[in-house]
């Protein structure tokens, strides 16, 4: 379905209650936008309970704040750490416990979930697209994770696109944003005194029925076009168009990744709040009288020496090689591997780096003028 295709119609801000209702009535969690330890995050939305107004996020490289303003829009603001990649892959989780029965023998117990329906309201350009990334990667047929399989069927994604992205955003060099094109249930655009509201699926077309709908004006359209050009020429940083592949591979011993290395603290922070990153470790934790043990899985970053542990041996020992490995996987790898590159610009590995390493700058000082 493309946005040329899609039936606008006007929801006032009085009745944005009515799509928060009628998505309750239908039996969906609804998660929204929230301040949390001094971000936005999406959180429980009770009901009858208020989404905030006038939040403003400012992101720079190692930087995020948010300020409360007087504007009466609820999604003013840029992204916040985690996008939807908690919800459909946990950061811990058991996948399998394991008994040793009366007779001997072991009794395997796979981890199941038969998750409620959640409603996530507020998704961006961005992480939609990181979300249909993540899609490949762990719906794969013949390798598809089910318990990511179950979560991502009890999604209902309404799309906010963004009109004042951060100075960290480059989702337009990616061709991910700041408007959606596709992956949504409904897809809102944000003016003062409402919203202009289309369907992407059967199931927002069903709620959108259910809400006292208003004709769209010419303004309302005018306004839009205008808030969603202006969100796409505010961005100043940029990645090379293009695949990067051959260039980052042709600059393997590129004395620039020494100079990132003695920046980066090798934390991970980039990994754990990047969309896409879907890496992880798994171990086998037993109980003390060897008769259980619990398989889970967790979150693992290419920045931990674990990560590339080897039957003793740590493949990539330094920060050089790590931060290497993870963006010429990022940038590089993932296009032979998934078609496309793995970065949807939303920004989030700069402001959220500690010591504010810039992956628009550092690749641009590895490839130059080479893509
Ligand atoms: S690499 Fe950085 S900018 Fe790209 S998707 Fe991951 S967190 Fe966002
Ligand atoms: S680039 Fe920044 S966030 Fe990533 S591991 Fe290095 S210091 Fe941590």
Redesign the pocket.
């Known amino acids: 379905m493309t946005r040329n295709s899609l039936v606008n119609s006007f929801l006032p801000r009085k009745s944005f209650g009515a799509l928060v209702s009628a998505l309750l009535s239908r039996g969906y969690h609804c998660m929204a936008p929230a301040i949390r330890d001094g971000a936005v995050v999406y959180e429980a939305l009770q009901p009858g309970g208020d989404l905030p107004t006038g939040l403003s996020v400012h992101q720079s490289p190692g930087c995020y704040t948010v300020e409360i303003t007087d504007s009466p829009r609820n999604f003013d603001w840029s992204n916040g750490p985690f996008?939807l990649k908690p919800l459909v892959f946990k950061s811990r989780e058991t996948l399998w416990t394991v008994e040793r029965r009366a007779d001997g023998q072991m009794a395997f117990s796979e981890s199941q979930e038969s998750p409620d329906p959640v409603a996530v309201i507020g998704v961006r350009a961005?992480d939609l697209a990181?979300l249909a990334l993540q899609d490949r990667h762990f719906l794969k047929e013949g390798s598809t994770d089910p318990l990511y399989q179950t979560r991502r069927e009890s999604l209902f994604l309404v799309a906010v696109n963004c009109t004042r992205p951060a100075e960290?955003?480059?989702c337009v060099s990616?061709g991910d944003g700041p408007t959606a094109r596709e992956g949504f249930d409904l897809q809102l655009d944000e003016l003062d005194e409402g919203f202009v509201i289309h369907s992407g699926s059967p199931a927002g077309q069903e709620i959108l029925q259910a809400l006292p709908l208003e004709p769209v004006t010419s303004e309302h359209e005018a306004t839009v076009a205008a808030q969603n050009r202006q969100a796409a020429e505010c961005q100043r940083r940029r990645?090379p168009s293009g695949s990067l592949e051959a260039v980052l591979f042709d600059n393997l011993e590129h004395p620039h990744w020494q100079a990132v290395a003695e920046r980066c603290l090798s934390c991970g922070n980039?990994?754990s709040?990047?969309?896409?990153?879907f890496c992880y470790r798994e171990q086998d934790t037993g109980s003390l009288d060897l008769s259980r043990s619990t398989h889970t899985r967790e979150w693992d970053s290419c920045f931990t020496q674990g990560h590339s542990y080897i039957h003793g041996l740590t493949i990539r020992a330094g920060t050089d090689l790590r931060y290497r490995q993870?963006l010429t996987h990022?940038?590089g790898s993932w296009h032979s591997q998934y078609g496309r590159?793995?970065?949807?610009?939303?920004?989030?590995?700069?402001s959220?780096c500690p010591v504010g390493i810039d992956?628009?700058e550092e690749v641009s000082s590895i490839v130059g003028n080479s893509s």
């Open positions: 996008a961005c990181a960290t955003c480059f990616t990645l980039c990994t709040v990047c969309p896409t990153c993870w990022k940038l590159s793995g970065c949807v610009g939303c920004g989030r590995c700069i959220w992956l628009t």
